[in-house]
């Protein structure tokens, strides 16, 4: 067997947990060496692992995050959320002038939050707190907001 960049190239191998010969590709790889569990008593290991050690692994996610900056802890937030960064929103900010997509105030608060249709997932625009409960209320549903609309217009000053 030939060795080059430290794994020697061979075809199989046998499992230390399970006893199996499996392909090699059933094997994850290091640096080195390929691990002497197969990838599905690695899978079993980890999950059961998890299972046994939620306290654990909830103290640990708390400390890291606790040790996490302001602006990563956002910019974590934008990207799982909605799939975007702090420079993506920044420009979307830049392009509404620092403005609510819908009444054209500035926010309240410190950020504008980030308007996303719940279906397709795509960003329609940043809004102020107000506006984006208002859209939250109604369900995203224009028909109720034009209703609403009207029913405002035919009664003002009543």
Known sequence: MAKT???KHIKHKTCK???IRKPIEEFYKSLKWYQSYCKDCQSAFTKLWRRENKDHIK???QKQWARMPKEKKWNRHLIQR???TVE????ILDKQGGLCKICGEPSKRLK???DHCHNSKKIRGLLCER???LLGRVKDNPVILENAAKYLRNNKGK
């Open 112 to 114: 504008l939050s980030v």
């Open 17 to 19: 947990v399970c006893g």
């Open 82 to 84: 909605y799939g975007i």
């Open 131 to 133: 506006c984006n409960t």
């Open 88 to 91: 993506q929103y920044m420009e």
């Open 5 to 7: 960049g430290g794994i």
């Open 59 to 61: 103290e640990y996610k």
